[in-house]
């Protein structure tokens, strides 16, 4: 189970892009629907793409770049 995940939608041209470029950072994560769970459709709708570290419960909220995507994951490392 990987230690990031990135809460989204289908067809969410934002959460494509954050996608994108989680690949690009090489980060192992996995990707939540909210569309079918009430409960996080209420916590991220208006907010979606988020990143999520598991172990730390941080988020990271969408627009974020490369950048942001590191210093994230830095100040995540168990």
Request: with cysteine.
């Amino acid at each position: 189970m990987a230690d990031f995940i990135l809460f989204g939608t289908e067809g969410c041209h934002l959460c494509e892009e954050a996608e994108q470029l989680l690949w690009q950072v090489g980060l192992d994560f996995c990707k939540q629907d909210i569309i079918d769970d009430e409960q996080l459709q209420q916590c991220y709708a208006m907010r979606i793409p988020v990143l999520k570290c598991r172990l730390s419960g941080l988020e990271l909220g969408w627009p974020f770049g490369h950048e942001a995507v590191v210093k994230f994951l830095e100040g995540n490392q168990a």
